[in-house]
């Protein structure tokens, strides 16, 4: 009776046993099978987390940076092409709605990018600046602008175009982010305002000296600005030797001096601004690009600044039939001469 008990026991647990490997083999084979599918699927998931997915984009965004909506515009037939971000002149001015007449070579190479700036443009017209506007807080925008692009376009560095005023806001990405960077292109840069507007003034009076109502406006104007009319006549007479007759009327001025309520103040700022004192090295690439008969910001100062100043690569560029208005004098010119520069110094991957 013993023994057949015993045998009954041991041929249970035969049957456990024999039950046990079927069903380890079976998980075995289950867990295979699933590492190769779920393996598969996370490869999957690397391979187009980094696969770079061409896409045709024209439109209008609109990203909170420092506070409120900013309008950016991104125009490209191919969104795998390097970002080119224009910084506007102004401040308080758009480039956005005239940038088909200086970016209609540039689209055949890059993802064009306009940005209003706050208080200009769409923008402002979308919400104005609750504070009153700052340099430094609109360098925190154009890093924020730029940390923007990045990430919605999927590319780790940018090339960065200043225009005029736009370059205050320009060098302060080269000095503190080069690393945003493949170049820097730097257009009628406001290098050593204070220098130039007093520059600017002495040319004024020797061309104006037989008029004598600008020789009056112009003697009046005090360098450092200490009135909204002193930069107004500075303006002025500036625009008025360009060709400009408008702006010896009441509604010129009437507008010039609006602006001035928000941005004299920035203004004042920018006249504190003095590049060879404060930024002789750089660790991006750097290219001017200078009107020869820029007298608004000194080609003469541009020229100086740009032989003393250290870069890994750096050129300039002159543009004879120029003014301050490059983009709008000679932009077959300046689009070619950036092509040039891109297609010569490809960025490191």
Known sequence: MVQRKTKTTINKIKIRVVKMYIKNGLLLILLTILFQLYGCKEQNKKELKYENISVKIDTLLTPEIGGIKQVVEIKTDDSNKPILLFLSGGPGSSMMNTADNFTNILKNKFTIVQWDQRDAGKTLELNPSPTQPSVEQMKKDTYQVMSFLAKELNQEKIYLLGSSWGNVLGFYIVENHP???????????????????????????????????????????????????DLFYVRKWLFYKEGKEYVTS????????????????????????????????????????????????????????????????????????????????????????????????????
């Not at 250290?310 to 950036?338: C, V």
């Open 179 to 229: 690393e945003l960077l493949h170049s820097y292109f730097a257009v009628n840069p406001v290098i050593s305002q204070l220098t130039s507007e007093m520059e600017l003034l002495k040319i004024l009076k020797v061309h104006f000296k037989e008029n004598t109502i600008a020789s009056k406006e112009l003697a009046d104007v005090n360098i450092p600005f200490k009135i909204d009319e």
């Open 250 to 349: 009441d509604a010129f001025k009437n507008g010039f001096l609006k602006w001035s309520e928000t941005w004299s103040p920035v203004w004042n700022e920018v006249m504190n601004i003095d590049l060879p004192k404060t930024l002789m090295e750089v660790n991006c690439p750097v290219y001017f690009f200078v009107g020869q008969n820029d007298i608004q910001t000194s080609t003469e100062i541009t020229e100086n600044y740009f032989k003393e100043l250290k870069a890994p690569k750096k050129d300039l560029y002159l543009f004879e039939n120029s003014g301050h208005q490059i983009h709008h004098d000679e932009p077959e010119k300046l689009q070619n001469t950036i092509i040039q520069i891109l297609e010569t110094n490809k960025p490191e991957e």
